[in-house]
DNA sequence: GATCCGTGGCG
DNA sequence: TCGCCAAGGAT
């Protein structure tokens, strides 16, 4: 059965693998191991489409993990900007940094394992696509797959050892890192979570879900808990042309990013809506943005006094230059509402 | 194990 | 409109 499994699952890949700017081209040997570890950390929690063009833009700007490890930090968080998860976008460059200092990537999955940002997941996929380690490669795609290829009726994410034992026993000693991208293609593409085009899976005679009933039931999972709403206030503060722009603290929520200043909403609640320089204020919309845990609605206040002197840490940015500011997308909103009020 | 951490697309 | 979802990791 195992063999049976990869086999036609590599034989699909073989004539159906997207092209994707990160995979080899057809024929060439393995893919630089750079762009395989770029790639995987983009794409924790994040879709192909959404991740393109940022790994177009990175690796154009930095080529090698050298290049990446040498540049200041500041423009790594910048250049990450909307794409959201920023904790990857630090340790991203930490990891950058170990690397360079250690000659170069390790090869086994333990030792990827030990790198800042890497975990089990990351670490087994890149042992296996950028080294052609066997590794057991288990994500979103392939618990969905698994649990519907063994009919895995357990919910999430109980059921994710019973998972990672299936998927073990389907795994090939060789090209483990094409059978990984061949079950997330498969998941991407036909076993998808609202679909399941069971009549062009190459893996539909071994499905048991297929036989059984529905494979749209499974995976099972845990019900989410509903989000909260908060409101915060963010504060435009302008002198001569150019906005006051903080940067947030290097842990928690936007870490290490530029931000407007606030009033120190958080997903626990709201702002205390208290502003940071005195003088007069004025209404400057609001706006709405949904993060993971939590729905924001941000109010903008503008100050509307003269020469204002914020306290505390800060730079005064060029308000035309305000799109390459590296603003996470809630305070982006909150610019270009500003500036669209202003014409 | 439970919680925190972004964003955009989809039905 | 809205809940769900996505190549998860750190604490």
Same mark, same amino acid.
């Given at each position: &059965? ?7 699952? #590599? ?16 024929? %060439? ?17 994040? !879709? ?20 990446? %490890?040498?540049?200041? +930090?500041?423009? =790594? &968080? ?10 990857? /976008?630090?340790?991203? =460059? ?15 999955? @333990?030792? #990827?394992?030990? #790198? ?9 996929? =890149? @042992? ?13 795609? *392939? ?31 060789? $090209?483990?890192?094409?059978? @990984?991208?061949?079950? &997330? ?6 076993? !998808? ?15 048991? %879900? $297929? ?8 995976? *099972?999972?845990?019900?989410?808990? %509903? ?6 206030? @963010? ?9 006051? #722009? ?20 958080? /997903? ?5 809506? +208290?502003?940071? *320089? ?13 993060? !993971? ?19 505390? +840490? ?30």
């Amino acid at each position: &059965m195992s063999a049976t499994v990869s086999d036609k699952l #590599l034989a699909w890949y073989d004539s159906h693998a997207r092209a994707l700017p990160w995979r080899a081209p057809p024929g %060439a040997p393995r893919p630089d191991p750079y762009r395989v570890w770029l790639s995987e950390v983009m794409l924790q929690q994040t !879709t192909v489409a959404a991740v393109i063009p940022f790994f177009e833009k990175f690796t154009a700007t930095w080529p090698s993990v050298g290049a990446l %490890a040498a540049a200041p +930090e500041e423009d =790594v &968080m910048a250049a990450w900007a909307g794409l959201g998860y920023y904790s990857r /976008a630090r340790n991203l =460059v930490k990891c950058a940094r170990v690397i360079a200092e250690q000659g170069g990537f390790p090869e086994t999955e @333990a030792e #990827l394992r030990k #790198l800042p940002g890497l975990g089990a997941y990351t670490a087994a996929a =890149v @042992a296996a696509i950028a080294f052609g380690q066997r590794a057991v490669v288990v994500d979103a795609n *392939v618990e969905r797959v698994v649990s519907r290829l063994f009919a895995i009726r357990d919910p999430l994410p109980g059921s994710r050892p019973a998972i990672r034992a299936a998927t073990e026993t389907i795994t090939p000693d060789e $090209r483990a890192g094409d059978f @990984a991208q061949a079950m &997330m293609d498969l998941g991407a593409s036909l076993c !998808t979570a609202r679909d399941a085009k069971c009549l062009l899976c190459p893996l539909s005679a071994e499905c048991r %879900a $297929r036989s059984e009933g529905n494979p749209l039931e499974l995976p *099972v999972k845990a019900k989410k808990k %509903a989000r909260p709403s908060r409101t915060g206030t @963010a504060f435009w503060i302008e002198r001569d042309e150019k906005v006051w #722009l903080v940067k947030r603290p290097g842990t928690g929520m936007l870490g290490g990013m530029r931000a407007l200043p606030d009033d120190g909403w958080s /997903a626990r609640g709201d702002g205390h809506g +208290e502003a940071p *320089v005195s003088g007069a204020w004025k209404a400057g919309g609001v706006v709405r943005h949904g993060f !993971t845990h939590f729905d924001i609605e941000l109010g903008v206040a503008v100050h509307a006094g003269e020469r204002p002197t914020p306290n505390g +840490e800060g730079e005064w940015w060029p308000v035309h230059a305000i799109e390459d500011a590296g603003l996470p997308t809630l305070f982006a909103k909150a610019a270009r509402l500003v500036l669209a009020k202003r014409d």
